[in-house]
């Protein structure tokens, strides 16, 4: 039998494992294109609950272990492995509510559970990938559970299969035999149920390399007025903020949200199943706090002092603003619609807002945003009902996550590129209805080719062709197209590439890394050969990562 020490240790040692393999998991990824990459989504996605699971005492059940572990990673989501994994612990939580213990059969549902939600998740489930290793790793469970009641052995042979399945996943999709790598979602699973294996068999907890990783706290900062930060005249002097573990029979929130209202401002009150996220800027904190603990058990309470704090704050401004995602605070709805943008290049952000876009979350490749860095910006948005614009083809499972956690109406357009998203929030009508924006929005984008120029980031093999780290890179619609030396010579030639018959129209976004006289030279460029047939038009992006997006219409 497992309890829920054990089971708290295991997730803490298979959080530190992932951490410290993101690196190698990361390599396995087929494109060399730099990418927010699958071992780093999936270390983010577990080290969100280490903070969490650290304070859970020796005494905790199963149960709280599982739900504290997956209300955690749901909200630190990132990139699609890290929403599929959330999943696949949210079956944990299932599996084992009311449960003291685990045993091989709670286990063996608990598998089961994970498993279909990730595939319910995922609107096309690929076979070859980290849902096929969890998959087959729980029909292995559900063999063995009647034969056993040994929770290490049962596990053990859960953990073969899964690493059997790894080894034949490049046989399942072609891509990775191509590239000669195994899946990198299904190899992170591996490593973290590995990692816990060792623990329920009496192994150490393994140390986190990462230490930055290992003591992120969760906290709604996101959820913070920036306004409250940066204003000269402070009102309210304690930014409050602490998690309530929901008591049985809890009392609607809003009754603590109304209190709070009374005692500050910037008040912000979030809730799911098991907790409610409280964030207040007051003059009596404990005040604040005792109304908490008449809905349940207090976790993670921070007390700042923003006058203190407030010059420092001024100081960092301008770097928090280009390097992070903005923070918001919550807000009452004023108007029918909203829109949500997920961008990065002050050039892209400031197009976004130009044409309607009410919220910005800092993000894309390299930088997926998490659940809840989402789900702050719907909070923020002043509105009834939310577009959301994910602009990134591993962005749109954690934004369908945020979906869920959202107090309004939220409609995800799987927008897959930034010129898509522009297409699509151009194309809004405010006098037609939500059903017909949702179809023209998404008809709009669906028509859009997009273009990519960027640099390999490491060596690799692809297609039977070596490509070298620092080769320039040209993506046809998230496909590798070519490879080249020249980034201007790339842009041409993907151009002439995505032009159609009925191309009108050609828009370059030249990145950070483009000065303003090479971004001439290539629209000069561009002119001579297809100016007669389509209209150029260069933007300055400051885009990272991309050297130009380009959108051809």
Request: hydrophobic share 40%; with cysteine.
């Amino acid at each position: 039998m497992i309890d829920g020490k054990l089971l708290r240790n295991a997730f803490i040692s298979a959080a530190n494992c992932i951490s410290n393999n993101k690196r190698k998991v990361d390599e396995l990824n087929v494109f060399p294109v730099p990418d927010g990459d699958t071992g780093t989504n999936m270390s983010m996605t577990m080290g969100n609950a280490l903070k969490e699971l650290e304070l859970l005492d020796d005494t905790v059940g199963v149960s709280q272990v599982a739900s504290v572990t997956a209300s955690a990673l749901l909200r630190g989501a990132r990139g699609n492995s890290g929403v599929i994994l959330s999943l696949l612990f949210r079956g944990f939580a299932k599996g084992f509510a009311n449960e003291k213990e685990i045993n091989t059969q709670n286990l063996a549902k608990a598998l089961e559970l994970g498993v279909d939600g990730a595939y319910k998740a995922v609107m096309k489930p690929t076979e070859g990938t980290i849902l096929t290793v969890a998959r087959r790793g729980a029909e292995k469970a559900r063999e063995l559970c009647d034969t056993t009641d040994d929770v290490a052995e049962m596990f053990e042979a859960v953990c073969a299969e899964a690493e059997e399945t790894l080894a034949q996943t490049p046989e399942m999709l072609p891509t990775l035999k191509k590239a000669g790598v195994v899946d990198a979602g299904g190899k992170g699973l591996c490593l973290i149920f590995r990692a816990m294996l060792n623990v329920f068999k009496g192994g150490q907890i393994e140390t986190s390399a990462d230490s930055q990783t290992a003591k992120a706290a969760v906290t709604i900062e996101t959820f913070a007025s920036t306004v409250g930060q940066f204003d000269d005249e402070i009102t309210f002097t304690y930014c409050t903020e602490y998690i309530v573990k929901k008591q049985e029979g809890c009392e609607d929130c809003l009754k603590l949200r109304a209190y709070l209202e009374t005692i500050g401002d910037c008040v912000v009150v979030v809730e799911d199943d098991e907790i409610i996220k409280v964030h207040v800027h007051t003059n009596n904190p404990g005040l604040a706090i005792e109304k908490g603990l008449e809905f349940g058990s207090i976790n993670l309470p921070k007390i700042e002092n923003m006058k203190m704090q407030h010059e420092a704050k001024q100081r960092e401004a301008k770097v928090t603003k280009s390097s992070s995602n903005q923070e918001y605070v919550s807000v009452k709805p004023e108007k029918q619609y909203g829109f949500v943008a997920v961008a990065v290049g002050e050039g892209i952000e400031e197009m976004f807002r130009d044409i309607g876009a009410d919220c910005i979350v800092k993000g894309g490749q390299t930088m997926n945003p998490s659940t809840e860095d989402i789900l702050a910006a719907i909070q923020s948005c002043p509105a009834e009902t939310v577009f959301v614009l994910p602009n990134n083809k591993n962005i749109i499972m954690a934004a369908e996550q945020a979906v869920k956690l959202a107090d309004r109406k939220v409609c995800v357009l799987q927008t897959r590129t930034i010129p898509q998203g522009i297409s699509a929030l151009l194309s809004f009508d405010p006098e037609a209805d939500f059903n017909t924006n949702r179809t023209d929005m998404t008809k709009a984008f669906e028509r859009v080719s997009t273009g990519q120029i960027t640099f390999a980031a490491r060596d690799s093999e692809f297609d039977g062709h070596s490509i070298n780290s620092g080769e320039i890179l040209a993506l046809e619609n998230g496909k590798l197209a070519f490879v080249e030396k020249d980034i201007n010579k790339a842009a041409v030639k993907l151009v002439k590439k995505l032009l159609k018959s009925d191309s009108s129209f050609v828009t370059v976004i030249y990145g950070e890394d483009i000065s303003d006289g090479e971004a001439e030279k290539l629209r000069e460029q561009l002119e001579e050969k297809y100016g007669s047939k389509v209209e150029i038009n260069m933007v300055t992006g400051g885009q990272p990562v991309y050297y130009y997006i380009i959108s051809v219409e």
